[in-house]
């Protein structure tokens, strides 16, 4: 890794540190040429594959964009936005794949849109499943509708992993 203050070709790791429950690792470099010291973050690369084919890395920035255009006048904030966006990189970095299909990120934000707002979940989803015609619609909200009524216990679950559930996944 190149010096940032001198350009100098190569650096010394002085410290390695797991942050973020071991995605992240943090290490603290030094310059053998001018003696300063700084951090680097080694992350493993989630790459997504469109349905063009083309492969670009996962990006959190854009399901934040994408959902936001969503709630557009909807009384959802952006830290919940940030929340979701979180989750939502959770569940697809939880899965284990280097790489993934576009449209199972898109599956993982419909499951937290929808407890976060109704209606910008419709608005996401009509978009996301090509809703085409009224029915879908219509089906969509009878799904909504079905799971308003279940315990509120039940989908709380569902949405936030136990800890063994966590400790139970592959590692590397
Ligand atoms: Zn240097």
């Known amino acids: 890794m190149r010096c940032p203050y001198c350009r100098h070709a190569d650096s010394r790791v002085v410290d390695s540190r797991e942050a973020e429950d071991g995605q992240i690792i943090r290490r603290r470099r030094s310059c053998p040429e001018c003696g300063r010291r700084f951090t680097t973050v080694e992350e493993a690369v989630l790459a997504v594959v469109k349905r063009s ?56 934000i419909l499951a ?28 969509e909200i ?12 039940a989908t709380q679950h569902q949405a936030a992993p136990s800890q063994g559930e966590r400790a139970a996944e592959p590692v590397g």
Request: aromatic letters at 6%.
């Open 142 to 153: 009878a799904a909504l509708r079905a799971a308003a009524n279940r315990p509120a216990s």
């Open 53 to 108: 084919g083309v492969t670009e890395p996962f990006s959190r920035s854009k399901i934040i964009a994408g959902v936001r255009k969503a709630c557009q006048g909807r009384p959802v904030d952006e830290d919940a936005i940030a929340v979701l966006a979180q989750k939502v990189e959770e569940t697809v970095r939880a899965r284990g794949a280097a790489e993934l299909p576009s449209h199972e990120v898109g599956l993982a």
């Open 112 to 139: 937290p849109l929808r407890e976060l707002d109704e209606v910008a979940y419709l608005r996401f989803a009509s978009v996301y499943r090509s809703f085409d015609s009224l029915q879908d619609f219509e089906r």
